[in-house]
């Protein structure tokens, strides 16, 4: 089984829906990310959290917002979805008592807002 | 800010050596990491340098020079399974890693 799942793994959706896109690990990593790949941009964080009462802003977190439900569950949230919004995301945790934080990252949700 | 730079493209052919550089300009820089992605697949992780000099696994090798701001990814006898993006990733203790774009290889026979 995956360390590090996300549901759904593809979604289609229309401009102004309200979008959740869900992480969820087994690794019992107390660090999880969300990021966002466009062609071309690298990968560009959107939210993190520490812990489960930790949650900061990344790069580009306007037009998101994140829940952290537990150590293992972290959610992205898209209040009302706009085409720009488009892109593969990528969810990540890491282990804070590593030196080099490693990041173990899910297999991607791709999703087109139309 | 921090912001690290690695070419855009790089293409060689399979059985050669090739590098992929990556500059950075880090605050409170603790170390640099590079990642591997495939088409259609997620980033995974393949070396970390937190101290200057070379690491080796394998067929690839990551170097740092602190003093530099400079470190690079060697991939030795290429295979075609080798053609992915790499990213190479900064790390500055308690916060985020910060990626740069990344570099897409393509190996060619």
């Known amino acids: 089984d995956a360390d590090v799942t996300q549901t759904p793994r593809n979604r289609i959706t229309k401009t102004g829906k309200r979008i959740m896109l869900e992480c969820s690990q087994t690794k019992g990593h107390d660090r999880m990310y969300w990021y966002r790949q466009d062609p071309g941009l690298g990968l560009r964080l959107i939210y993190y959290s520490f812990d489960v009462k930790d949650i900061n802003k990344g790069e580009i977190s306007d037009g998101y917002s994140v829940s952290r439900q537990a150590q293992a569950k972290f959610s992205l949230s898209l209040e009302s979805a706009i085409p720009n919004q488009t892109a593969l995301y990528f969810c990540a945790t890491s282990d804070k008592a590593r030196l080099e934080d490693t990041q173990y990252f899910g297999p991607g949700t791709r999703l087109t807002v139309l | 800010g921090q912001s690290l730079e690695q070419p855009s493209e790089v293409t060689a052919v399979e059985g050669a050596i090739v590098q992929i550089n990556c500059t950075y300009q880090?605050?409170?820089?603790?170390?640099l990491s590079w990642y591997q992605q495939h088409d259609g697949g997620a980033p995974t992780f393949l070396s970390y340098n937190g101290l200057d000099g070379l690491e080796e696994t394998g067929r690839f090798s990551s170097f740092l020079s602190r003093s530099d701001s400079y470190g690079y990814l060697l991939l030795q006898e290429l295979q075609m399974k080798d053609s992915a993006s790499y990213f190479c990733a900064s790390d500055s203790g308690n916060t985020p890693l910060v990626f740069g774009k990344g570099t897409r290889l393509s190996v060619i026979a």
């Open positions: 880090t605050s409170g820089f603790y170390g």
